[in-house]
């Protein structure tokens, strides 16, 4: 049997949140068999879980937010994208986050950090088969027309696959690739993917920050260019790690499905916004996908069974 994963351990960590920058500390624990991701938020007088679901999302500007039962007025945790992302590139179905205020914290403004978090805590095998949500016929949301035409898709495929482009009229990305195709079941997310970090223009923070957004970010936890140049001293990660953390979002995003997908994800300039969409769209059409389970590993799709050593 393809069986469900959990965490071995405990594990914490501190940071700030790049938008609101508060400190907050996350403590990351094991859960049964079929919890799915649930953020618990521990500030507030009386705990409030937050189920990690695409109807739970009620904003998607710069970063996704989730609020119980998709209420805008209710509590909300920010910018769970990236440790959603770390958490389906490990395969980890269920987790307890245990968070301090309304935002994930940035920390070095990629996935990795998390993904070392996941890993030093170990990784169970539960006694619990692993659902897959296959995608059976193409799904695709669209926005804008023209020069701002952005989309994105999911196609049947049996393994999980995406491929995103960009189009940013800037220099420093210009020289960058601005299309990747990545395949989850290469076991290479932590090594092609994690390490993508987030990004911003200085043009934008002046506005960002007068909306009380980026009050956290500095080039310590993201890219930062001018109109001409990267600005961090250390340049790229990856050649092109502008478009791999579009992907990193993506993975995230799709998380938020509630299952691993067996699908091939295609997106062209698209964000948290139209990930959600897309999202939405294959659960609130049921002829659109089935969910399946392997009782025997052998069947299912290669590398899908070995995203992560469990130990």
């Known amino acids: 049997m393809l069986a469900q994963r959990t965490l071995k351990s405990i594990t914490r960590a501190v940071g700030v949140g790049v938008h609101g920058g508060q400190r907050v500390e996350l403590t990351l624990r094991p859960a049964p068999p079929d919890t799915g991701v649930i953020f618990r938020r521990t500030d507030l007088p009386k705990p409030v879980d937050i189920h990690a679901r695409a109807h739970a999302v009620t904003d998607t500007r710069l970063a996704t937010t989730l609020s119980p039962t998709g209420d805008p007025g209710g509590p909300k945790v920010k910018t ?73 898709r999911l196609d049947p495929f049996e393994g999980y696959k995406l491929s995103f482009e960009i189009e940013f009229d800037h220099p420093a990305v210009n020289q960058t690739g601005q299309r990747v195709e990545f395949d989850m079941g290469s076991g290479l997310y932590k090594q092609q993917i994690a390490r993508a970090r987030t990004f911003g223009f200085t043009k934008d923070v002046e506005m960002m920050r007068s909306r009380g957004l980026a009050l956290g970010g500095s080039m310590d936890n993201a890219i930062v260019m001018d109109d001409y140049k990267v600005l961090n001293s250390g340049g790229f990660r990856y050649d092109d790690e502008i478009v791999k953390h579009k992907i990193l979002d993506a993975i995230g995003d ?33 002829s659109a996908c089935e969910l399946v389970s392997f009782d025997d590993v052998s069947q299912a799709p290669t590398g899908l069974a070995d995203l992560a050593p469990a130990w």
Do not use: M
Not at 100 to 115: K, M, N, Q, R, Y
Not at 260 to 282: D, T
């Open 254 to 286: 799709l998380y938020l499905a509630g299952q691993p997908l067996l699908a091939a994800y295609s997106a062209f300039k698209s964000g948290h916004a139209l990930n959600n969409q897309l999202v939405r769209a294959v659960l609130d059409d049921p």
């Open 80 to 152: 769970v994208e990236h440790l959603l992302s770390a958490c389906s590139g490990l395969g980890l179905d269920n987790l307890i986050v245990d968070i301090t205020a309304e935002e994930v914290p940035i920390l070095d403004g990629s996935a990795a950090s998390f993904v070392f978090l996941l890993q030093s805590a170990g990784i169970q095998l539960q006694a619990a088969p692993k659902r897959f949500l296959r995608v059976v016929k193409p799904i695709e949301v669209r926005e804008g027309e023209g020069v701002s035409l952005k989309w994105a």
